[in-house]
């Protein structure tokens, strides 16, 4: 579809307010897109600063919202691992893990301090109105502290590092002091257990599992490292091991000996995982 036959068809459909006409809010918009040719640059290095509108209708949003008040939502995406902090408005900062998301809808964001989040983030809040954290599998509220929540399919777990942070889950409930944390169990929350270190190792690029299920070890592999990885059917397989992301090879051989498991990596970076056999003494 070409651009006049779009915005055709868009105007067509458009609802402006009474006592302006089609034409005179067009010729508005063109006056004001002309005036805003530049968008302003955002506060944070290397991450994307998205208005939460569809690319298909962006002329029409841009129109509608140079007439009356609408919605703007702000989101940073961290695609692969790296360090960048996020400041909100208020000096919180949040880092993200790789594949994790983080919006706030600016317009209501005076009102409550309240972000959405798709995968992992590490927080340090700003004393202040309470803050929230909204998610897929719960809600985590604090006033000002230091914490990290991770939210990924149907796993949830937050750790305190200072202050106290509430964790919210359907029914469940439970509050958390530093050095202790709480996960998803079944569809609710977990007996509260002590974490020993001070702050999330996944900022230092560094991985620690316990008795942890293989996909999802070798799906934080994926998100870490940008690479592909196929793995045997019905695999089912725990390992408890330690690593960092700085080479995948010598991650690949850490966690594939663990569970003894071999692997190929090939130009693409796809890897193909598969079960060792064990040799059998006559």
Same mark, same amino acid.
């Given at each position: 579809?070409?651009?006049? !036959?779009?915005? @055709?068809?868009? &105007?067509?459909?458009?609802? +402006?307010?009474?006592?302006?006409? @089609?034409?005179?809010?067009?010729?508005?918009?063109?006056?004001?897109?002309?005036?805003?040719?530049?968008?302003?640059?955002?506060?944070?290095? /290397?991450?994307?600063?998205?208005?939460?509108?569809?690319?298909?209708?962006?002329?029409?949003?841009?129109?509608?919202?140079?007439?009356?008040?609408?919605?703007?939502?702000?989101?940073?995406?961290?695609?692969? @691992?790296?360090?960048?902090?996020?400041? =909100?408005? %208020?000096?919180?900062?949040?880092?993200?893990?790789?594949?994790? !998301?983080? @919006? *706030?809808?600016?317009?209501?964001?005076?009102?409550?301090? $309240?972000?959405?989040?798709?995968?992992?983030?590490?927080?340090?809040?700003?004393?202040?109105?309470?803050?929230?954290?909204?998610?897929?599998?719960?809600?985590?509220? #604090?006033?000002?502290?230091?914490?990290? #929540?991770? %939210? !990924?399919?149907?796993?949830?777990? +937050?750790?305190?590092? $200072?202050?106290?942070?509430?964790?919210?889950?359907?029914?469940?409930?439970? #509050?958390?002091?530093?050095?202790?944390?709480?996960?998803? =169990?079944?569809?609710? =929350?977990?007996?509260?257990?002590?974490?020993?270190?001070?702050?999330?190792?996944?900022?230092?690029? *560094?991985?620690?599992? *316990?008795?942890?299920?293989? $996909? !999802?070890?070798?799906?934080?592999?994926?998100?870490?490292?940008?690479? $592909?990885?196929? &793995?045997? /059917?019905?695999?089912?397989?725990? /390992?408890?091991?330690?690593? %960092?992301?700085?080479? =995948?090879?010598?991650? &690949?051989?850490?966690?594939?000996?663990?569970?003894?498991?071999? *692997?190929?990596?090939?130009?693409?970076?796809?890897?193909?995982?598969?079960?060792?056999?064990?040799?059998?003494?006559?």
């Amino acid at each position: 579809m070409d651009k006049e !036959r779009l915005t @055709k068809e868009l &105007l067509e459909s458009w609802e +402006v307010p009474s006592g302006v006409t @089609k034409a005179e809010a067009w010729e508005a918009i063109q006056e004001r897109i002309g005036t805003h040719q530049k968008a302003p640059k955002g506060k944070v290095i /290397s991450i994307r600063r998205i208005a939460w509108v569809s690319a298909a209708a962006a002329c029409i949003a841009l129109a509608v919202f140079a007439i009356w008040p609408r919605e703007e939502w702000i989101e940073f995406a961290q695609i692969q @691992k790296g360090e960048y902090a996020i400041e =909100l408005p %208020d000096g919180s900062q949040v880092w993200l893990n790789a594949d994790s !998301r983080l @919006k *706030y809808e600016k317009s209501e964001w005076a009102d409550g301090r $309240t972000v959405h989040l798709q995968g992992e983030g590490y927080f340090e809040v700003e004393k202040g109105s309470t803050f929230s954290v909204l998610t897929d599998l719960g809600e985590v509220t #604090v006033l000002g502290t230091s914490f990290n #929540v991770y %939210d !990924r399919e149907s796993d949830l777990e +937050v750790e305190c590092y $200072t202050g106290k942070v509430g964790v919210e889950m359907d029914e469940d409930e439970v #509050v958390l002091t530093p050095g202790k944390a709480t996960s998803a =169990l079944n569809g609710s =929350l977990s007996e509260v257990f002590t974490i020993e270190n001070e702050s999330p190792e996944w900022k230092e690029g *560094y991985y620690r599992f *316990y008795n942890e299920d293989a $996909t !999802r070890i070798f799906n934080e592999l994926e998100r870490q490292f940008g690479c $592909t990885i196929e &793995l045997p /059917s019905g695999l089912e397989k725990r /390992s408890t091991c330690e690593f %960092d992301c700085l080479d =995948l090879n010598q991650t &690949l051989t850490i966690v594939c000996l663990s569970m003894d498991l071999d *692997y190929t990596i090939d130009k693409n970076l796809k890897v193909t995982i598969w079960e060792t056999k064990k040799v059998t003494q006559p």
